[in-house]
């Protein structure tokens, strides 16, 4: 069953859940999709590096009325990603970008609960809506994953990430959700079942290292800009976006790029006790 709603939380700070929530965004919007990405990593306002000119209003406005006057939409906050505006379906990001002051109303409950109507609107709208999450520890983090239908938590391949996924689990479970999938980004090549506890021996979904470190130079998963997709990249992005979204894609790659990354891991083969 194909679901519309899903927040990406970073197992810890600097997982990569920006840059992949914009990826596969953009690999959905390859298959003919509409997709939107709300942004409530706040601190870090890494989703307004990838929007051109002028945030206003930002995400954190719709989330505090008596800033935004009470008439701000979200038509009004969403920019078209002008790095995926070829492609069949529509592809729409909704950043922060705000002084302190109104960032810290931002996080606050009512903010939360204001969110979770905006995420409602916006799942009218789109066939698919992406939540930008940060580790869970506030407000607008609990509200993404109470609210999204699908819990995605992505960790780096690494035993520090392996710590924040157990970590990760603990925490939605103690505020009533659940994880649906676990997501090991950036992965290199060198990564072995046999190489130690990290998030590939029980992930879902394996995001490899990417070419791509430039925010010109995203999407990598589609190509753009006169590049063509990554070959092994792009693939394992798509299979991502199916298991996020329990959605089946139909886009084709090049066979070569599928045997450059072994993306047909066994769970049950990489499951490690401590996961388990």
């Known amino acids: 069953m194909t679901h519309s709603t899903a927040a990406l939380v970073g197992a810890t700070g600097g997982a990569g859940a920006t840059r992949l929530a914009v990826e596969l965004g953009a690999t959905l919007a390859r298959d003919g999709r509409d997709v939107a990405v709300l942004d409530v990593a706040f601190d870090t306002e890494g989703l307004a590096r990838h929007v051109s000119g002028r945030i206003d209003p930002d995400v954190t406005e719709l989330l505090t009325d008596d ?5 701000r939409l979200l038509s009004d906050a969403l920019r078209d990603y002008d790095a995926a505006s070829d492609l069949p379906g529509r592809f729409a990001l909704c950043p922060a970008h705000a002084p302190f002051e109104r960032m810290a109303r931002a996080k606050t409950a009512d903010a939360a609960q204001r969110f979770e109507e905006l995420l ?3 799942a009218e709208r789109f066939d698919h809506v992406l939540v930008d999450a940060p580790p869970v520890a506030a407000n607008q983090a609990v509200a993404a994953v109470t609210a999204a239908e699908r819990v995605a938590v992505v960790a780096p391949a690494s035993e520090r990430g392996v710590d ?3 970590r990760t689990r603990g925490r939605i479970a103690d505020v009533g959700a659940s994880v ?3 997501v090991a980004n950036r992965v290199g090549a060198d990564h072995h079942p046999g190489d130690g506890d990290h998030p ?3 992930a879902d979904a394996v995001i490899p290292e990417s070419d791509a470190t430039s925010v010109e130079s995203v999407p990598a998963s589609v190509g753009g800009r006169d590049a063509e997709p990554e070959p092994a990249f792009a693939p ?10 329990d959605a089946e894609l139909g886009l084709e790659f090049e066979e070569a790029g599928l045997l450059d990354f072994d993306l047909d891991l066994d769970a049950e083969e990489f499951l490690p006790n401590a996961l388990s």
């Open 120 to 122: 409602a609107e916006a």
């Open 180 to 182: 649906d999938a676990v």
């Open 200 to 202: 590939v021996r029980s």
């Open 164 to 166: 924040a996924v157990q």
């Open 67 to 71: 800033s935004a006057g009470g008439d």
């Open 236 to 245: 394992a992005v798509a299979h991502a976006a199916e298991v996020v979204f």
